[in-house]
């Protein structure tokens, strides 16, 4: 809450295979196995074979005295026959044919083959890849959203509804949050809220800089090996994030807190520690988010992604607290950073609003960004509970979060 920000300031593939078929021969066909069957479906681009063709120049495999019977269009003669060849169809050339009309069977028989169980299972699920091997995209919401210390009860999250505010931030995890205790959190009270229609912004407010501005957050700063220490809390916030029932694709936004400028040993641990963070949240499937100081911690992670640096966050939460939005336009951020969708600007802190009879002590944010996605499990858990009933979504006007939207 109050330490949020400082106040203010902020091979190539396989080709797919097509049965040799033309029309019908105008005279006697070529004799040797039937032709192949048309497939009754497109075959599976994974089929391992290629069509072959027929050579143009083959003549037909039946021996005769007489003159060779008219071929069939789909396999064309040479435009100038040799004068000098022999009528009669060599042995090596009724081979070549008789083997490549089997080829033409085989893989017609392999078009009409079933697809294998699991081909057909990935296929039935609206067409896209299990979660084994890509990940789905996160939701993500254009709207307003609060954040507050402590989860608020079922009750008051029912009540607010009635509110401007679409979305909610939940500090679910870490040892530097500043309301360890959290009375209302827990998977139901995830689903339940979900299942009124609130989005969901987890919050980790894990170690902090060494520097860090603000006195209650000093115990818990990073230590000697911020890259290990680092790692170890982005496994136990998805731990956390799980166990409340967030699904995989998530964001989670580590929180670091405002530190002081100009310390580039503080700097270069932070950067460490976060990155390891960043790194090790992705590597477990879910998106890695930032909320930082715009003049401190966001100016920073800004630098390093101008000087090409990798496994920084994928979301950018920034507090400048101006009293309005300008969520598309922070003067520290490039216009094309974090963009599109990768945005939420904390533009006011230490607020208190109330709405249906209920009061809060909150932060405002404007937020284009991704939110929480709720498994099928935990969802069931709102079922049957009194508050956990659906709600309309709530809109936001164009213009509304500070400059016009991209």
């Not at 106040?7 to 040797?32: Q, W």
């Not at 072959?52 to 495999?61: D, E």
């Not at 699991?118 to 091997?133: D, K, L, N, Q, Y």
């Not at 709102?382 to 309309?392: F, Q, Y």
């Amino acid at each position: 809450m109050s330490t949020h920000a400082p106040p203010p300031e902020p091979g190539p593939a396989p080709t797919t295979p097509t049965p040799v078929a033309g029309p019908a021969p105008t005279s006697t066909p070529v004799a040797g196995p039937p032709p192949a069957p048309t497939p009754s479906r497109t075959p599976s681009p994974s089929l391992p074979f290629s069509p072959t063709r027929l050579p143009s120049s083959t003549p037909s495999p039946t021996p005769s005295p007489t003159p060779s019977p008219t071929r069939s269009p789909s396999l064309p003669l040479s435009p100038t026959p040799s004068p000098t060849r022999s009528r009669f169809a060599s042995p090596a050339g009724v081979r070549a044919v008789v083997g490549a009309l089997v080829a033409v069977l085989a893989g017609a028989a392999l078009v009409a083959a079933p697809l294998p169980a699991s081909a057909a299972r990935e296929g039935a699920e609206s067409g896209t890849p299990s979660r084994s091997t890509t990940l789905a995209a996160p939701a993500h919401y254009v709207g307003r959203a609060f954040d507050t210390c402590e989860a608020p009860s079922l009750a008051v999250m029912k009540a607010w509804r009635s509110s401007p505010y679409g979305a909610v931030g939940i500090y679910f995890g870490g040892r530097g949050r500043g309301c360890p205790t959290q009375r209302e959190l827990n998977p139901a009270w995830v689903a339940s809220v979900h299942a009124m229609g609130w989005r969901l912004l987890p919050l980790f407010v894990g170690s902090q800089a060494p520097c860090v501005t603000a006195a209650a957050k000093r115990p818990f700063a990073i230590g000697s090996s911020p890259v290990r220490q680092g790692t170890q809390e982005g496994a136990d916030a998805v731990r956390a994030a799980s166990a409340l029932g967030l699904d995989t694709s998530s964001p989670l936004y580590l929180d670091i807190e405002a530190y002081r400028s100009g310390d580039a040993g503080c700097t270069a641990t932070t950067l460490s520690f976060v990155r390891a963070w960043s790194r090790e949240v992705r590597r477990l499937g879910y998106v890695p988010g930032y909320y930082s100081s715009a003049d401190t911690g966001v100016r920073d992670i800004e630098a390093a992604r101008r000087a090409g640096t990798q496994d920084l966050p994928a979301v950018m939460w920034f507090a400048r607290w101006l009293g309005r939005p300008t969520l598309y336009t922070e003067p520290v951020l490039h216009p094309e950073a974090w963009m599109p969708h990768a945005r939420i600007h904390q533009y006011a802190g230490n607020v208190t609003e109330a709405y249906g009879g209920r009061r809060l002590n909150i932060d405002r944010n404007a937020m284009d960004a991704p939110v929480a996605s709720v498994t099928p499990v935990a969802a069931s858990l709102a079922r049957g509970t009194p508050d956990g009933d659906s709600a309309a979504p709530i809109g936001v006007e164009e213009g509304a979060l500070g400059g016009p939207r991209p």
